[in-house]
């Protein structure tokens, strides 16, 4: 049966019987029922979360946990944001199959990840919130339906492998299960559903929302106006602005319309742009991570990324199409492959460099039947063909890989010190190969929060009745976000925002 | 043209019996199907906000005729592109007129990412 997605303005009857419904419930008093609303509101929370990515979910679900009535607004006419389109993978410190394959792992260990992953930037409290709180979440996630693949993955930048991937390797594989808990624990849910502006009070506590119901992405005239309440508070978790080409090109001009970007078209800000006309704090926003395993052959994340991720980097080699000769250690984490990928231009264009691996390789892509089908993954039955397909020289090509497959057996990377845990020996035919781009992925920056995930203004205190999540936030992260961090980040923040804002003293609205 | 007319005639009526305070009906010709209908065979008053019914029709609306969004996802599972009534991405989130767009083209969801060749209607 299609879970009843409410879309619609609730009329006095039902706010009455829903009422009713939750004194029969034997709901907790301290938590009341959505109030008939005063003049200034057409109806009153709890809370309300605004967007529907992992951070938002995970806000709103938490909320509802502690008794809280929730509603969550989501602009676009679907939900999971970016969320529901990434690789699905979770960087859990000290997971139940790391323990079980005897890998040796712990929140310290990945905090110094972390860390240096950031170059230093990272704000280390707020690290901390992360890290120690992946474990509880991966619990969390699993016990509302999520299914992880029965293997740990190593990710560029962790010196441990501990990612746990989806079963569907997209973060659709969390998005769903945590969107029909939320709809069957009575959270109210609403599509189309534009954050137009906060409602403060005298004190500037933010106490709702200017909302456009009935919404049409991206027509800024579309639907009606109308003002929700919030006693307890308002949890912003409406992701980053990697499609916001003026706002990126901003923080760092080489982010111009030539660059395209992994992520859904709504990632374009406004909730972080609401925040910061608040008051709220900016923190690092011109830390914009590209991600470096797309293609320039497909639109957005595509089908590349992930075989990328999971064959072509772990298990083969990237070339330089005009040496033949890799230039860069593939698992080394995203903003030092990216750099280096960008360095190859030549008269003004892209040289798109090749990254390969071989039938061995690519047994876990579940993105290579639709990436041949659709000419983004190119098959060859040769290493010479590959240097044909790719105009590279052909001998400089082979010699690379038949000393690539030397680094394999000795386990030790002369060329460029990668790890080499899971990487194979490139020798059975046939090859799958494909051209590589980074594209712009990851805002680190984002507005200011506390360890309670609420938004700090520019002279550092709280807004009182403001929490917020996720990509929106700033400052975890640093220069360079780890792979699988994002999901970890939304996921423990959300959770922190929930509980924070259901548990803030309420206001009588 | 005497359709057309009547259909004009309609719409005029029905208008006037809303409030527009925020949005007006976009005045883009409809798709030949939904053309034959009442307005408010979409723009029901459930789907009204504020008194508004010129928003998008909520999902149940369309699959009041159209039938469950899982029978679809099972009407359209197997062809040589992946489901448009299914992923692993949304399952039954994407809202019906996220692709079925009646005022202007049909327009893939999944495209702002895929390259996928679906027809639409």
Known sequence: MKKNIIQKETSRRSLIKAGAAVICAGAAASHAAPAPAKARFDKIYDVIVVGSGFAALAAALRAREQGAHVLLIEKMPAFGGNSAINGGAFAVAGSPLQEKSGIKDSPELMLKDMIRSGRGLSHVDLLKMIVEGTRPAFDWVVSYGVKFKPFVQHFGGHSVPRIMQTVESTGGGITRPLAEACLKKGVEMHRRAMMRDFIRSADGRVIGLKVREGYIFPKEDSGVDVTYGARRGVVMATGGFSRNIWFRSQQDPLLDSRLDSTNQPGATGEGLLKMLAIGGAPVQLDQIQLGPWSSPEEKGFGLVSQFNTIAGFPMGIMVDPRTGRRFCNELADRKERADKILTMIENGKPVYPICFTDTKGVAKAQTLKNGLKYGVIHKFDSLEAIARGFHMPVEAFVAQVKEFNGYVRAKDDKQFHRPLQLAIVLDKPPFYAVKVWPKVHYCMGGVGINPKAEVLDVMGRPIPGLFAAGEVTGGAHGASRLGGCAIADGLCFGRIAGLSAASSTPVDL | ?121
């Not at chain 2, 307005?39 to 159209?66: I, L, Q, R, W």
């Open chain 2, 1 to 121: 043209m005497m359709k057309k007319q009547m259909l004009a005639a309609m719409s005029a009526a029905v208008l006037g019996a809303f409030a527009l305070n925020a949005w007006a009906a976009p005045a883009v010709p409809m798709g030949a199907h939904h053309a034959k209908m009442k307005c408010e065979t979409c723009h029901t008053k459930d789907n009204a906000v504020k008194g508004n019914a010129f928003v998008p029709p909520s999902d149940k609306t369309c699959e009041g005729c159209h039938g469950s969004y899982a029978a679809l996802a099972k009407k359209t599972a197997g062809g040589s592109e992946p489901n448009p009534h299914y992923s692993a991405h949304y399952g039954e989130s994407l809202s019906c007129s996220a692709c079925h767009r009646q005022h202007e083209k049909p327009q893939s969801y999944c495209n702002n990412c895929h390259d996928f060749r679906h027809k639409m209607p």
